[in-house]
């Protein structure tokens, strides 16, 4: 874990020094929905949250920064039927607040895809923390508005939280 955060500090360290020099930053902010992947469907079954994103362009194919937001993950309710009984089991929604490092690649001006690398703190109690990496695909519509589609799994000790995404971000 320390390795991780001394990776992550000095990423940002480089990040500010670098944009320093860059003209190009901007900042996005936005919505994701989705659904849960194999071991999260059994216990969630709708994943809803927002995400914030700082660029800074170190080429014109480039961006580096950081991503952070909030993930609620809806928990599901089961039923089991033994014989003549029914047991109903509730399970707690989970949330997520990540601290990432990004890297977007530029193939076209209105596609970037890339990848967010860092640590999720869970905010269950219990749950703690883990390594958090999601790639995307982002296509901007407009100027200001685009649609990305994402994996994001989260390395929890207990276990693996994976959701596939979707969502609206806007440019500012």
Known sequence: MKQ????????????????????????????????????????????????FFQHYGISEEFDIGFATGFTNAFGKTEQVQVGDFSINGDFNNLQFIPAAALLRYYPQRYLNIGADVGY??????????????????NFDVTENT???????????????WSTITGGLIFTF
Do not use: W
């Open 4 to 51: 991780l955060s001394l990776l992550i500090v000095l990423f940002f360290v480089c990040a500010f020094v670098q944009s320093q020099y860059i003209e190009r930053g901007f900042m996005k902010a936005g919505f994701h929905a989705g659904m849960p992947t194999s071991q999260s469907a059994d216990f969630s079954s709708f994943t809803f949250g927002f995400d």
């Open 120 to 137: 999720a703190l869970a905010l269950n109690q219990g749950l703690g923390g883990g390594l958090y990496y999601r790639p995307t695909i």
């Open 146 to 160: 685009g649609f990305y589609v994402s994996y994001t799994n989260i390395e929890l000790e207990e276990l693996k």
